[in-house]
């Protein structure tokens, strides 16, 4: 008996198996992403910033909707199967590879991604996208997901997510993965606070001159997410990054300097 049924109980075992393993399994690196990127983006001002070309990414958009088409492929039971880290860097890199098909599918026909309209055509408020098994926005990722209370908690999202404009932290010119996304958002938080143009002590006026993002999304940076109080104790961290005058430096540790915020630039973030 054990002869006859060996052969059977070992298919068995295989059959089972097979059905243990995933429909696809979902690329963690985000290679093609992470191609595409490499190819498209320029870091510029000194490793602060970047731009992408549009045009060059246009006669990619191929390449660029078979990513968008793996991404939204994805389950939610197998995005819920991802660790937390992997979860906050496919949402990341959904957020930046869809902002920019949504500027592909007007350029180059604008200027900013406002073009697209303020109150009608909203770019962050059309359900464009398909993910996790619905439709979705950009504000659906971000404000919905991302900044969820009680997932991720971290407001470093500010600098990875990309609005396609001149203000915003740089597009991060490789994908962003659980491995390494610790490291990464703390590698473009220290980009974007090292940009003078847009995050700087103005020894002048004795104040802080910082990007709108620190206004617009303040709750982030007073909820004592990551240990972070107060938009001032945040900025104490890096004061190095926003004056070289040493005793300017201690000022802004001390909490000792009045904050004010930038006219953000919206135009597009556009390699021509």
């Known amino acids: 008996m054990h002869t006859l049924f060996r052969p059977l109980l070992t298919l068995v075992v295989v059959l089972l198996s097979l059905l243990s393993v995933p429909a696809h399994a979902f690329d963690q690196q985000h290679t093609a992403w992470t191609q595409f990127l490499k190819k498209h983006v320029t870091v510029i001002s000194n490793g602060n910033a970047s731009q992408i070309s549009y ?9 660029l909707k078979a990513y968008l088409q793996s991404l939204s492929d994805v389950t939610p ?32 026909n604008l200027k900013s991604i406002r073009d ?8 962050w408020k059309d359900p464009f996208i398909r993910l996790l098994g619905k439709e979705m ?13 009680g997932v991720y908690d971290d407001p470093r999202i500010h600098f990875a997510v990309n609005c396609a404009s001149v ?21 473009q938080a220290t980009r974007f ?25 303040k709750v982030d940076f ?24 040493t005793d300017d430096q201690g000022k802004i540790k001390a909490g000792k300097v009045t904050i004010d915020f930038l006219e953000y630039d919206w135009a597009l973030n556009d390699r021509r």
């Not at 697209?116 to 055509?121: D, E, L, P, T």
């Open 193 to 217: 606070l090292s940009d003078r143009s847009r995050n700087r002590y103005n020894a002048q006026t004795g104040k802080l001159e910082v990007s709108k993002i620190f206004d617009w999304y």
């Open 137 to 149: 926005t950009l504000n659906g990722i971000e404000h919905d997901t991302i900044r969820k209370p």
């Open 116 to 123: 697209f309209g303020r109150v009608f055509n909203d770019p």
């Open 167 to 187: 203000g915003c932290p740089s597009l991060r010119e490789e994908a962003y993965t659980g491995r390494h996304i610790d490291r990464q958002l703390e590698e």
């Open 55 to 63: 045009k060059g990414a246009m006669d990619d958009r191929a390449a």
């Open 77 to 108: 039971a197998q995005f819920d199967s991802f660790s937390k880290a992997e979860q906050l860097a496919f949402l990341i890199n959904a957020y930046n590879a869809f902002t920019v098909e949504k500027i592909l599918t007007r350029y180059p």
């Open 222 to 245: 007073t909820s004592g997410l990551k240990g972070i109080a107060s938009r001032e104790a945040y900025f104490a961290k890096y004061a190095n990054l926003l004056t070289d005058n």
